[in-house]
């Protein structure tokens, strides 16, 4: 699926199917330009990833973030293409740990890369700490900031709900035309999914606090009182985000909630 508006550099998305615990089932990357293109978030090589790539020159490659799900190819395509390679400043040596090779040069905030008009670095962090998306003209590559459908995992140690808030919002604000998202189909609402997902955050965090109030100690009962569904299969997640939102309201000092002991108690 390509996005090629008049005088508009032209994003092309590649969706993955990948065997793992992900949202749809499957990872997006893109081929954003076509002489010079950037390739961002190739989770591997597929017959139509290898397609997109060798109809333009990609001479830069990029991610959103080093999760191992969106940076499986970047060694490979780097190999084949003689692209160079970005990370975000201050994360670089996370990104050799993710991908396996070194970066060649860095992007900050406000960065733009060389592509077209040129391609701009937003930071985004909350999902993951190095996370970033790239603003074209055509729409933001928001990689695991926001989904169409569902939810983005925003759980500890990584996640920080407080920035993963402020991301949301800073999208919102900005207004793109479209988002191309990490995970799913391209959203051709985002004030509506950033609104639904801001939402969903603050809900879970008033149904934490309020477990917290009604007597929950410790992760487990706050877990079991905020969740009202079976969680065979994913309470290590649910817990794990529970633990991010507890730091969250320990930060605002609305509960006190010990880490290490990963026991609460109101503020």
């Keep these: 699926m390509a996005t090629d508006l008049d005088g508009v550099l032209p994003v092309r998305r590649v969706s993955i199917p990948v065997d793992a615990p992900v949202p749809t089932g499957s990872v997006n990357a893109y081929v954003v330009g076509e002489e010079p293109a950037l390739l961002v978030d190739p989770q591997r ?15 830069h490659i990029a991610v959103t973030h080093a999760h191992p799900d969106h940076v499986g190819a970047v060694a490979a395509y780097a190999a084949e293409t003689g692209a160079t390679v970005w990370c975000r400043r201050g994360r670089e040596a996370r990104f050799a740990d ?6 060649d040069r860095t992007f900050v905030e406000g960065s733009e890369l060389p592509v077209g008009d040129g391609v701009d670095v937003i930071d985004t962090p909350g999902h993951a700490p190095d996370h970033v998306a790239f603003e074209t003209a055509a729409g933001t590559l928001c990689g695991d900031v926001a989904i169409g459908q569902g939810s983005v995992a925003v759980a500890a140690p990584e996640g920080d709900v407080r920035a993963y808030l402020v991301a949301l919002r800073r999208l919102y604000a900005r207004d793109p035309p479209v988002l191309f998202p990490g995970h799913g189909p391209v959203i051709e609402n985002p004030r509506a999914v950033c609104e639904r997902l801001l939402r969903r955050r603050l809900d879970r965090e008033r149904d934490a606090l309020a477990a917290v109030e009604a007597g929950a100690r410790d992760v487990d009962a706050v877990v079991e009182a905020v969740y009202d569904r079976d969680l065979t ?15 969250k309201l320990d930060a605002a000092r609305r509960v006190r909630f010990d880490r290490e002991a990963e026991t609460v108690e109101p503020s």
């Design 45 to 59: 090589r597929t017959e139509a990833l290898d397609d997109a790539v060798a109809e333009v020159s990609v001479d």
């Design 98 to 103: 993710g991908t396996g090779i070194e970066p």
């Design 233 to 247: 299969g994913i309470r290590g997640f649910a817990r794990a985000t529970m633990v991010a939102h507890l730091e």
